[in-house]
């Protein structure tokens, strides 16, 4: 089992920036890929961004491709999601996870561990 625990979502302007965190907790971190997901109200969990094992990798969704930057500290067993530019549009929970291997890492139904979520709110 892995235990992620997102922090640092909140409210911002639009044209700011914020970092979320994903602490992971149980097995050993660098065994699992992760992937940042999101979901507004009404809408389906989309995909973000995702990094490999090693953080040799990363994906993101075209949405966010130029102002989101996945990263990972495997010593500390922490990913995180750098956000700038944000828009308003950006505005949904933010929620971290952890699958084994990076094949098919846009793809939420192939993670097997979630956090809880952290809300990300974007203001015009």
């Known amino acids: 089992q892995v235990q992620l625990v997102e922090s640092g979502g909140g409210l911002v302007q639009a044209g700011g920036s914020l970092t979320l965190s994903c602490a992971a907790s149980?097995?050993?971190?660098?065994?699992?890929?992760i992937g940042w997901f999101r979901q507004a109200p009404g809408k389906e969990r989309e995909f973000v961004a995702a990094?490999?094992?090693?953080?040799?990798?990363?994906y993101y969704a075209d949405s966010v491709k130029g102002r989101f930057t996945i990263s990972r500290d495997n010593a500390k067993n922490t990913s995180y999601l750098q956000m700038n530019n944000l828009k308003p549009e950006d505005t949904a929970v933010y929620y971290c996870a952890a699958k084994n291997g990076y094949a098919s890492a846009a793809r939420a139904s192939a993670y097997s561990y979630w956090g809880q979520g952290t809300q990300v709110t974007v203001s015009t």
């Open positions: 149980g097995r050993t971190f660098s065994d699992y890929a």
């Open positions: 990094i490999s094992l090693s953080g040799t990798s990363t």
